[in-house]
């Protein structure tokens, strides 16, 4: 069935409508154009240590050769990788692409319950670990089907003397290094030593293998891993890349990495399509530490950035950001979780760049929707389905609604997931027969082809049998100047079934509820106004800084 496009008469200039997927058959094809292209840039920097792409080969080769000459793991074989961002990041996982295996990332700050759980539903043999978090892992060995196990120290890569020290100081100062006993560990420097004596063969690597076994959050249960082929992963680098390539400079690029490698949206924007660019990325380790992330900035000018919004609003909210060079910064990209309008525009302001929103799925490589890059000003929506894909709003009976109806929006293209990881029925309830992929996001479309998220089905609230969604509740009490965050959820009501509820962080500490309630009565219909204000220090976030609804719900 075709769809109506209205979408493409408003593209950027210079914008295709498809792209060529099959331009790269794999990533490391891909990389190593890069580095033909590039060789002696640098490729990632991390605690002012650089590698260029010449070494990004040549290391991510010997772990290659490691992982088959002498681990013997055949094609297909999942390798799990738990670090934050750090330079053995990139290596490790070039270096599992290159030798036609499968990367399972897996978020450093798992408990043991949920570690087990990926370790166990992905059949991971091999796990490469950081120190900070390798006792997690030796609690849960017994009880999975990991075979070998990988240790290195966040210092491991930054050479003499910087390296040593930095690992003593975390390990003996900061005491941020628990005791752990996994006796047949192999050091990763090691894996380094014992790959280069071996040859790398020559691995077929074909655009339907699986690439990343990537799990998604679990909102609607237990945690579920998409099967990402080389084919989805390159065709919305391909996508992505047509997009922002008018706005980028090929081996001039700065970008600034504060989301973890291990997540899709930075996995693919600054991993993928900005190495195809031979930009120079510069790994943050710990953004949440917002004193030393703008410290960090302030070294050398960037060219972008990207981030979600808990990010852009706590740098914005850090003393000497203001005083950062934003000269040759032209792009900065916004995901992961709705933008809202107060921080866009005070990014801006202080920046003088606009904070582009994006939207996009794990399930979807992640990106989907992106905003055209010449966006004068925030404008609320998620943008334009980007080349080769189609996106429509269906009811809850599967039919598309016209423009201007609020529905599920579903998206359809080369970078949607193969499905999920040995689970044919929730394969099944998330891509229909047709191949659009349920996205569980409401949402509607303007007459132009732009999208606009109205909520999460699940975070949808209920009161009196009107739909209120939170993220028009929280956008207008992020307006108050005297507000750092905020997040609303629906409570359970007799009276009306459901009623909103505020969780607040002040940033001005005399700020009360009867103001939050003066300003919500003056800008929000009755049924949306909030009936619970709660303050709090801090609100839950997931390991990328979205704020979990959930926890704040108690589900």
């Not at 044919?424 to 303007?446: C, N, R, S, V």
Request: glycine share 8%; charged share 20%.
């Amino acid at each position: 069935m075709t769809i109506e496009r209205p979408w493409l008469a408003h593209y950027p200039a210079g914008v295709p409508a498809e792209i060529d997927v099959d331009q790269y058959p794999s990533i490391p094809a891909m990389l190593d154009e890069s580095i033909r292209l590039y060789r002696d840039r640098p490729a990632f920097s991390n605690m002012g240590k650089c590698i260029t792409y010449g070494e990004v080969e040549t290391l991510s080769n010997r772990f290659a050769a490691y992982l088959l000459g002498e681990l013997r793991l055949k094609k297909g074989d999942r390798v799990a990788i738990m670090m934050p961002n750090c330079l053995q990041y990139p290596i490790a996982t070039f270096g599992v692409l290159r030798a036609g295996l499968t990367v399972v990332n897996v978020n450093p700050m798992y408990t043991a319950r949920e570690l087990k759980h990926q370790m166990v539903d992905s059949g991971a043999s091999v796990i490469l670990v950081l120190d900070n978090f390798a006792r997690t892992v030796q609690e849960v060995l017994p009880e999975t089907s990991l075979q070998h196990v990988i240790t290195t120290g966040l210092g491991d890569m930054l050479g003499f003397p910087k390296g040593p020290i930095v690992n003593f100081v975390l390990r003996y100062v900061k005491k941020m290094v628990p005791d752990y006993d996994l006796p047949s560990a192999v050091r990763f420097r090691d894996t380094l030593a014992l790959g280069a004596r071996h040859e790398l063969p020559e691995v077929s690597i074909g655009p339907e293998d699986i690439a990343f076994l990537q799990y998604t959050g679990g909102t609607t249960g237990v945690a579920k891993g998409a099967m990402l082929t080389h084919r989805n992963l390159v065709a919305n680098m391909q996508q992505a890349s047509a997009w922002v390539g008018g706005n980028a400079r090929p081996g001039e690029e700065v970008i600034i990495t504060a989301l973890p490698l291990y997540h899709i949206f930075a996995l693919t924007a600054n991993g993928l399509v900005f190495t195809k660019f031979g930009a120079k990325n510069i790994l943050i380790t710990n953004p949440r530490d917002m004193p030393g992330f703008v410290k960090e900035l302030r070294r050398e000018p960037f060219t972008a950035i990207t981030g979600v919004n808990t990010l852009f609003n706590g740098l914005l909210n850090t003393p000497g950001f203001d005083q950062v060079d934003f000269s040759k910064l032209h792009l900065t990209l916004g995901g992961g979780m709705a933008v809202q309008r107060a921080v866009a525009e005070r990014w801006k302001k202080v920046t003088g760049v606009t904070l582009v929103e994006a939207y996009g799925l794990t399930e979807t490589s992640p990106a989907a929707c992106i905003n055209p890059m010449d966006l004068a000003e925030y404008n609320g929506s998620i943008g334009l389905p980007i080349p080769s894909t189609d996106a429509c709003i269906k009811d809850e009976d599967g039919n598309m609604l016209p423009v201007g109806e609020v529905g599920e929006l579903c998206i359809r293209g080369p970078q949607v997931m193969k499905g999920y990881w040995n689970r044919p029925e929730d394969t099944a309830a998330a891509i229909d027969a047709d191949g659009w992929l349920h996205t569980g996001d409401m949402a509607k479309m303007d007459e132009n082809g732009f999208f606009y998220i109205v909520d999460r089905k699940k975070d949808m609230i209920l009161v009196s049998g009107f739909n209120v969604y939170p993220n028009e509740i929280e956008d207008v009490i992020a307006m108050m100047p005297e507000v750092l965050e905020v997040a609303a959820v629906g409570v359970p009501d007799e009276r009306s079934g459901e009623v909103v509820k505020l969780v607040i962080v002040k940033k001005d500490p005399a700020l009360t509820a009867e103001q939050v309630k003066a300003h919500a009565r003056a800008n929000l219909t009755g049924y949306k106004q909030p009936k619970i204000i709660e303050f709090r220090d801090e609100l839950p976030k997931s390991n990328v800084g979205k704020i979990l609804r959930r926890e704040l719900r108690g589900d």
